[in-house]
């Protein structure tokens, strides 16, 4: 075996402390791995690095391609971005794989037979950062939703779970108002599934999905779903299985990975050696499992779990009459290297035989470019005069010169126009729905005419959205009252 180079970040808040305690079991369990350290987080947002990271950095992770990460802090304010959506997306790790189980009777939970597997989509959804403010009252978010990153994910949902023996893939999305994005998320999880004959698959809808998450998490296997839902979901599962101190979780895409634990930098926690650990050495349990170092893995795994049982806990998962005794960060790292040995004696002990990783590549299917007709236009415009009936008569006015009609308004999606109600409340962002004439329009230069006249017209376009059919299908929602 030789020796795998790895690039670890130390992070900010909580971080350095539980890396060192992560490290020090590695090094204890005789991993056999060679460190290169990069800076990330607060100190590089500080030297004016945006991203929270440098130039050479980036070398460096792409040239290990495997990345043990402590949790870093986000700077507030819209001039920083998060690194962590930064990295995911920049190496392509699509797959966030975040298990979360009980330890039940030795971490207290009402879940004790809880055991799942949150595979969250990594790279899409409102995390593409695409912000804008347009108007005085309103601002907006792009929520991206892609077919490869659908089928990538759903994927490898399937394909860990029939790796890991597990029995069911359950799809959490928002297509009965996200009709679609979410609504292709659901329609690639059913025809990839179908796939999977032996796998049981079922899908909820995402707010009572998350209720039942919350109340029978035992129900649940593998549970798959579009990035943001995943976020908040693997935390509330972590936080009931025990604490969200304890999960771990990969990163992984096609030739890059990276481990971290879920939860945050936990600033308030810094400095004091009272974090746990846990969830980053998990986290490097699965790294190790990645770079085929199974036996070590099955070995920290091991002594980590009997940790556990022997009660050596640290503050969030410390209770009276369950616990032998409190630990802070640094004791409880020596607690698992005492146990580098041991096995656990109630808890199912971890065995990795024969894992591997799985980098799955993504092949594009062969779809044909669909036939796509262009048949109108949404244009968005800021209008502080709440009377709709005077912004439609003159944007009639305008339409004299092109084959368009005004089908309706739309007020934040709610139809005010032709046929409005006086209850529905108003902001100065208008969303109005030009459709061609004769069916479609055979030169989108005519687009480029009514936007000159609109705006010669006085009236203030924000940003345009085209109509398209797709193979005679609509490609675009209609607004809400239609
Ligand atoms: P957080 O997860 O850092 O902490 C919330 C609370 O959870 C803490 O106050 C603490 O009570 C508890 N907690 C978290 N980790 C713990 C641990 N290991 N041991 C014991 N208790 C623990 O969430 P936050 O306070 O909302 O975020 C703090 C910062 O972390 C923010 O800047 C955020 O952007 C960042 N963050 C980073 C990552 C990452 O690097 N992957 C992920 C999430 C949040």
Redesign the pocket.
């Known amino acids: 075996m030789t020796t795998k180079r790895i690039t670890v970040a130390l992070?900010?808040?909580?971080?350095p402390e539980?890396m060192a305690a992560t490290l020090s079991i590695l090094e204890a369990a005789g991993a056999d791995i060679a460190i290169d350290t990069i800076e990330i987080?607060e100190k590089v947002y500080n030297r004016g690095f945006k991203a929270g990271i440098e130039d050479k950095s980036w070398d460096i992770l792409r040239r290990n391609q495997v990345f043990l990460?402590?949790?870093?802090?986000?700077?507030q304010g819209t001039g920083f971005k998060?690194?962590?959506v930064t990295i995911r997306k920049t190496l392509g790790l699509y797959s966030n794989v975040r298990p979360c189980r009980a330890y039940s009777p030795f971490i207290r939970t009402k879940h004790p037979k809880m055991d799942l597997v949150i595979i969250r989509e990594n790279e899409e959804d409102l995390y593409a950062g695409i912000e804008h403010r347009q108007t005085d009252e309103v601002y907006q978010c792009l929520k991206l939703i892609t077919r490869p990153g659908c089928e990538k994910i759903v994927r490898y949902a399937f394909e860990y779970a029939k790796r890991a023996g597990r029995k069911k893939v359950t799809c959490f999305t928002k297509d009965n108002i996200m009709k679609m994005t979410d609504g292709l998320f659901h329609k690639v999880f059913d025809e990839i599934g179908s796939e999977y004959p032996s796998i049981e698959k079922e899908h909820w809808i995402v707010d009572i999905g998350a209720a039942k998450l919350a109340d029978t998490p035992e129900v649940f296997d593998v549970i798959v779903m579009p990035n943001l839902y995943g976020d908040i979901l693997s935390?509330v599962a972590a936080q009931i299985a025990g604490?969200?101190?304890l999960a771990g979780s990969a990163n992984v895409g096609e030739t890059q990975s990276m481990f971290?634990?879920?939860?945050?930098?936990?600033?308030?926690?810094a400095g004091q050696d009272?974090?746990?650990?846990?969830?980053?050495i998990l986290a490097a349990v699965q790294m190790l499992i990645h770079i085929g170092q199974n036996q070590c893995a099955e070995k920290v795994h091991n002594a980590w779990l009997k940790t556990i049982e022997d009660g050596m806990h640290?503050?969030?998962i410390f209770q009276e009459g369950v616990s032998t005794k409190r630990v802070g960060t640094r004791d409880f790292a020596k607690a698992v290297i005492a146990r580098l040995k041991e096995e656990p004696k109630t808890l199912p002990s971890a065995n990795y035989p024969e894992e591997k990783p799985l980098n799955l590549i993504y092949k594009r299917s062969a779809q044909k470019r669909a036939y796509k007709e262009l048949v109108g236009v949404d244009v968005f415009v800021q209008e502080d005069n709440k009377n709709v009936e005077t912004l439609a008569a003159r944007i009639k006015k305008v339409l004299s010169h092109v084959p368009l009609e005004l089908q309706m308004i739309t007020n934040r999606g709610v139809k005010v126009y032709p046929d409005g109600f006086d209850e529905t409340f108003c902001t100065d962002h208008w969303r109005c729905r030009l459709v061609a004439k004769e069916g479609s329009i055979s030169n989108p230069a005519v687009i480029w005419m009514l936007l000159r006249d609109l705006v010669t017209a006085g009236i203030e376009v924000i940003k345009t959205e085209n109509l398209y059919l797709f193979d005679g299908e609509k490609g675009y929602s209609a607004g809400q009252g239609q």
């Not at 009272?274 to 980053?280: H, K, Q, R, V, Y």
Request: proline share 10%; charged share 15%.
């Open positions: 992070g900010d808040g909580i971080g539980i987080g990460k402590a949790p870093i802090t986000t700077p998060s690194l962590n935390d604490s969200v101190g971290e634990a879920i939860h945050g930098s936990a600033p308030r926690r009272l974090a746990n650990p846990s969830g980053l640290t503050y969030d």
